[in-house]
């Protein structure tokens, strides 16, 4: 993908986002790169401070292109349950994210310090699984939490683990993302998606 096809991503979840608060819908043009099934999040940061205020999305393909991010984009800002839904003044004051994911791979490890030490090496986006409990961080958190410890750590707290917990049914996957994001974006927080 190029910026160009970025930036009509991003529209598009903007425009999602406006056309809920007035009860209609967008139509997704009609490009063969839009109807590709594609893995995406999109997320919502405040303007100012960064601060995350909604990330939703999926690890698999499940939707073309267009329409995930159209969906997504609404998920993100009404339906993320670590926030109140976002009001039409926040509206403004929100910066839209969106991540086009590449396939999961696993990543096989012999223990703890091995997933650290292969991950730092990449930082990809991760996905935790253990025994029903999962987590996913997006690459851009590694911006925020940039030792490999603290990474799976944080991680291993989002699946609902215990931060110190470390068994060798942990599987991993790692993937790898392009993002687009409005001109002004700031700098990820720590825990962003």
């Not at 209609?24 to 790169?33: A, L, N, T, Y």
């Not at 940061?45 to 205020?53: A, H, K, N, V, Y």
């Not at 003044?89 to 839209?96: K, P």
Request: glycine content about 6%; aromatic content about 8%.
């Amino acid at each position: 993908m190029n910026a160009t096809e970025g930036s009509i991503l991003v529209r598009l979840a903007r425009e999602s986002i406006a056309t809920a608060f007035a009860g209609g819908r967008v139509i997704v043009p009609r490009e063969q790169w839009l109807a590709e099934r594609r893995a995406t999040f999109v997320t919502l940061r405040l303007r100012r401070s960064g601060e995350l205020r909604g990330c939703i999305g999926t690890l698999e393909a499940h939707k073309p292109l267009g329409e995930a991010v159209v969906h997504y984009a609404r998920l993100a800002a009404f339906e993320d349950r670590r926030f109140e839904p976002l009001t039409r003044a926040e509206s403004d004051i929100v910066l839209i994210d969106v991540s086009v994911l590449s396939p999961h791979v696993p990543l096989p490890v012999a223990s703890e310090a091995d997933a650290q030490t292969q991950l730092a090496r990449t930082r990809p986006g991760v996905l935790l699984n253990y025994r029903g409990l999962s987590g996913v961080f997006l690459p851009q958190v590694w911006a925020s939490l940039q030792d490999p410890r603290e990474f799976l750590r944080h991680l291993k707290e989002k699946a609902g683990l215990p931060a110190q917990f470390w068994s060798d049914e942990i599987e991993l996957r790692t993937f790898a993302c392009d993002e687009y994001a409005e001109p002004d974006r700031l700098p990820s927080p720590r825990g962003a998606s």
